[in-house]
């Protein structure tokens, strides 16, 4: 069963589009990147992976997506936009499940940044940006350092935007292609692996 809610936030209205699973094991909640919206293939792959592994699914377009602009809002907006729709599901549909947070590129800088205001259990990365092209030193590496939770890196082998290492408590799986991780069944047998071997749910 789908369903879409409009949700309101500090930085206006967002939507939530959330696919249940009969008796649920957790939900997972992603967002997605900066450009691009919620139905690109790595965001469906991981959405389908998902639900094969009995958790119920939320994909969220961000304030600034549903208001008809291309250019993202700034981290802190985005931040406080995302805690706020995570946790009214986790007050609406998904109540009482574990959550993993996560999404693709930018979307998955959030779901680093705000894993612990969201009690998150894992999260998931797709496409995680470590630096902008050809500048290695302007690394985002602290924002994945800082989740101490179960987290799983799906990153294309030429992505320009770095190879983030793998860490105590983070896989990173590296699969054919680039930034834009265009094969939803690479993605998927990735994230589904994931599930089933970690201790999440």
Not at 1 to 19: C, N, Q, W, Y
Not at 61 to 82: F, H, K, M, N, T
Request: net charge negative.
């Amino acid at each position: 069963m789908s369903t879409l809610l409009e949700l309101d936030t500090p930085h206006g209205l967002a939507r939530a589009r959330i696919v249940e699973v009969e008796s649920p094991l957790a939900a997972l909640v992603l967002g997605h990147g900066a450009g691009g919206g919620i139905e690109s293939p790595d965001l469906v792959g991981a959405a389908e992976a998902a639900r094969a592994a009995g958790l119920s699914v939320a994909l969220v377009e961000q304030p600034y997506r549903v208001a008809g602009r291309r250019s993202p809002a700034p981290a802190g907006q985005l931040d406080a936009a995302w805690t706020s729709v995570v946790l009214q599901l986790c007050e609406g549909p998904l109540t009482d499940l574990p959550l993993l947070t996560g999404g693709r590129s930018a979307g998955a800088r959030v779901a680093c940044r705000t894993a612990a205001d969201t009690d998150s259990v894992a999260v998931l990365c797709l496409a995680f940006p470590l630096h902008p092209p050809g500048r290695p030193e302007k690394s985002r590496l602290p924002e994945l350092d800082a989740v101490h939770l179960p987290t799983l890196v799906v990153q294309g082998e030429n992505d320009p935007f770095g190879m983030p290492p793998a860490g105590p408590s983070r896989t990173v799986v590296r699969i054919p292609g680039t930034h834009s991780l265009r094969n939803s069944a690479v993605v998927a047998a990735a994230v589904s692996e994931w599930l089933t071997s970690a201790t999440i749910t």
